[in-house]
């Protein structure tokens, strides 16, 4: 009855920058400024990932090439200083990798990042394949979805069955993500369940019911 959430495969980067197990430390550096990212998935055989490397990894391995010579690693590192320039993704990468499936929805994702304080999630498919990367902007593209392409799934999927005429009349109209609906309503019950049901509706900042006898809800 109501429309699919969006899902992870609908916003991700398809166009994925990866590295292998054993990309030594400088190629790792030299392809996250050449693709602008701030961590890539590493990767093993046809494409599994195993772990991801971000700018955060680096730094220890950075300071050790710096310490060559000193008398002790900076605290938890166990590689000899000897070998600082042999450090490779898979020396410094987190593993195992938190990553998402495709079929993921936004909501879901979102929380995934939360929980484990990242930016960027490896997408996976149902082999552990690398499939893409979804990032926190992309997560905000369904805030740009037109508002005319709102308004119209919230009067196909919501309000026209809802609102059914000639009991109730109402009218749908969005403005930079605002949903207003306006009106008549048989059942005022009703409203607030559209509200709920409107607030999931992806690119719905907010709703707002301006009904025919007054009263406003939001």
């Not at 998935?41 to 220890?60: F, K, M, Q, T």
């Not at 938890?76 to 079929?103: E, F, H, I, K, W």
């Not at 037109?146 to 749908?172: C, G, K, M, N």
């Not at 993500?177 to 409203?191: E, F, M, N, P, Q």
Request: hydrophobic share 45%.
């Amino acid at each position: 009855m109501y429309g699919i959430p969006y899902i992870v495969s609908d916003v991700m980067t398809q166009t994925v920058a990866a590295v292998g197990r054993r990309a030594p430390f400088k190629e790792t550096v030299r392809m996250m400024q050449d693709w602008q990212v701030s961590a890539l998935p590493v990767i093993e055989g046809e494409g599994r990932v195993v772990g991801v490397v971000s700018e955060a990894d680096l730094l220890p391995g950075a300071r050790l090439r710096d310490d060559v010579g000193a008398d002790r690693l900076p605290a938890g590192r166990t590689v000899d200083v000897a070998n600082a320039d042999a450090l490779t993704a898979g020396d410094v990468m987190s593993s195992p990798a938190v990553t998402v499936r495709a079929a993921a929805t936004l909501a879901e994702t979102a929380r995934i990042m939360a929980r484990h304080e990242v930016k960027r999630l490896p997408v996976v498919d149902e082999t552990g394949l690398l499939a893409g990367v979804v990032s926190r902007a992309d997560l905000l593209k369904v805030f740009l979805r037109d508002d005319e392409d709102i308004a119209e799934e919230v009067r196909r999927e919501i309000a026209a069955h809802l609102f059914r005429p000639p009991t109730s009349t109402v009218q749908v109209e969005v403005h930079d993500g605002v949903v207003t609906v306006t009106g008549k309503v048989r059942d005022a019950a009703l409203v607030a369940l559209a509200a709920r049901l409107i607030k999931t509706v992806e690119g719905v900042v907010d709703v707002e019911f301006d009904l025919a006898h007054g009263s406003r809800v939001r």
